[in-house]
């Protein structure tokens, strides 16, 4: 089997998640740190315990940090490339949680910069009008205001652009060929922009999480190689697979590819059509096969979902996958679970969307920390 | 004979100025575009009779502007690596001649972040005090204070960054290394640095003229290439030579070798002592030799500062030259011709940076054009 191509901007084949830990050089999560973990925070998020988020860099010394009741600070972004999808908010989903049980400050990076530079095709005011839609969507996930900043590459650069002559000096052309395989055909703006990336890693005198898709490791491998030489520390991270597409179980959710993807934006009609129509069964042939062999969950793209993070009542979704595996629950019933649950997460997503709009100036300018971070200028 | 080195960073060698204007596809100023220039702007400047300003790209599209009554505007700027010294003047005195003649805006780049990428040793705080001190010496020129905007590229950048990207866009790895001799190991900052350089050409919908010495082209050379994709003008320019270091008519000034570099915060017994021991003279071995042989103005370091621009009137630069060629005239009066007009010059030059300090507000932030900038922002 060839290799998958995990890259932030592709990701394409089979994942072999345990492979990636060895490739990156990351850690698996063990049982003992979320042991520890859950003694912090009195629970376990599910996608910790189902191992979505499965790798880390220093999670260890982050839990420390906390079990000695000294603060740390998250750090997360969004590429506003198209449309928000169903995957995207996983990163955010885990995010809400982790900040209500720290109470740690959140910096959210709208990459616009990047969308823009990435694909020769994107018009900078299409990037800037699905930002703003994303902001929203990020916003509906329930943060803290006073406690979170988001901000957008292309504004807050104001603030951030001595501090990333700083980091870019440390990093050369060979690094960032090498990381991030980038050619001589690579636009000048993209071989710059990783250096933005690493920068909110620096926003405080403290430990950094990052919760974010295992895609996103090449800038922290070369934020770690240089962030004592300029006086700071390595920023920790705690790495999630990706959602797969409804197609299957390959790659990764692209919201370029609508068949994929379910869309943020997709009504109760669609969603239905969509997971009914695309979503990889692991069913078999017929009803009549079906109830003697019994389906397969693990390929099976409507559980995998649900596993995710859909159905997070553990034994519910044990009991769907023993009643799959036996041939009680039929593919199609299977779907429909599945179409409830996205029905009424994106229901709610949208009703908090609604009210969203007028917390968008509290989160970006006017909140507690948006007003520090639009007086600090790092240098 | 070695060709000799030019890039924006690098001057060595003797420089061939006839050559350069084949290797950079460029035009001599023509005797015909002189006669246009001085029935429109009344006179003539010294640097431009004397063939100090002398190639061009589109200059004669530039007086086509003006003769027609329409706008252009003028760009240049100032690296701020250390010191200025004599040599960083001419492009400014000859800048303060040409807005004094076409009444155009005029838009002054402080290249704070190049300078600080460029070299590993360098200190950004330390680069920012000498670009504090480079802005005084620009102000002293008297330039007007409403049509001149002053601007550091990492205060700018706020409103220079979306258009950056997209200049950025434009300009590939294989691009930047042919042009300016980038390697693998440059640091990804001085990769992307030439976008911001190329910008200030697009600051306004007319013409652009840039004055700076013809080690600056290859920038130009890119912007025109890609100007016309982004829906701006091709930038128009006019290149002078470098005024020769002290110690002999190869290479460039440098601050960094104060021997070769007059510096304009040189006291006048510092003046005296640099011209008198380092000044590169063109006499001969013993006086009862020159008054037989006569001196040799051609090399004689000390006449080409005076034709430069420090003896403007053109019969005593004659007489100087012709008394020297027969012997009448010594090297140690030639020098002390120089050091007297050195002195004299930097004495007003000192005294205009006393009262900068207070146009500083003017010319950066608060003045017509600077309000103006301020309240743009380039996408």
């Not at 860099?57 to 590429?79: H, N, P, Q, V, W």
């Not at 009803?287 to 159905?311: A, C, I, T």
């Not at 299977?334 to 969203?356: G, P, Y």
Request: glycine share 6%.
């Amino acid at each position: 089997m060839a290799d998958a191509i995990i890259t932030p901007w592709e990701v394409k084949g089979t994942v072999d998640y345990d492979k990636l830990i060895k490739d990156f050089g990351t850690s698996k999560i063990s049982a003992e740190l979320k042991q520890r973990m859950k003694k912090l925070f009195g629970e376990l998020h599910v996608m910790l315990s189902r191992d979505i988020y499965y790798s880390h860099r220093d999670l260890d010394a982050i839990i420390g940090e906390l079990e000695a009741g000294r603060k740390i600070f998250i750090y997360t972004g969004i590429g506003p490339s198209s449309e928000m999808h169903i995957g995207h908010i996983i990163p955010f989903a885990f995010t809400k949680w982790l900040q209500e049980k720290t109470g740690a400050n959140l910096y959210v990076q709208v990459t616009d910069d990047e969308k823009f530079l990435f694909k020769k095709e994107r018009k900078l005011e299409d990037i800037e009008r699905i930002a703003d839609d994303d902001i929203l969507n990020v916003i509906a996930q329930g943060f803290d205001p006073d406690k979170t900043f988001i901000f957008k590459d292309t504004e807050y650069i104001r603030n951030m652009y001595k501090l990333a002559t700083r980091i870019a000096k440390e990093v050369n052309f060979s690094t960032m060929k090498s990381v991030f395989g980038f050619t001589n055909s690579t636009n000048v703006g993209m071989i710059f922009y990783p250096t933005l990336q690493m920068e909110p890693t620096f926003f405080e005198n403290s430990y950094c999480l990052i919760p974010a898709a295992i895609d996103q490791d090449p800038y922290w491998r070369v934020q770690r190689d240089i962030a004592e030489k300029l006086g700071y520390r390595k920023a920790a991270q705690i790495h999630s697979k990706f959602l797969p597409p409804l197609t299957g179980i390959e790659g990764k959710m692209s919201a370029s590819h609508p068949d994929t993807a379910i869309l943020l934006s997709d009504d109760e009609k669609t969603v239905e059509r969509k997971v009914m129509k695309y979503a990889f069964s692991g069913g078999q042939q017929s009803v009549e096969l079906h109830r003697k062999l019994g389906g397969n969950p693990d390929v099976d793209v409507s559980f995998q979902w649900l596993s995710y993070m859909f159905e997070p009542d553990d034994k519910k979704l044990k009991q769907i996958e023993d009643d799959y595996r036996s041939g009680k629950l039929l593919s199609g019933e299977m779907k429909q679970i599945l179409v409830e649950k996205l029905n009424s997460f994106l229901s709610e997503q949208r009703k908090r969307k609604e009210q969203a709009h007028k917390l968008v100036e509290k989160f970006m300018y006017t909140g507690a920390l948006a007003r520090k971070m639009w007086d600090t200028y790092y240098e």
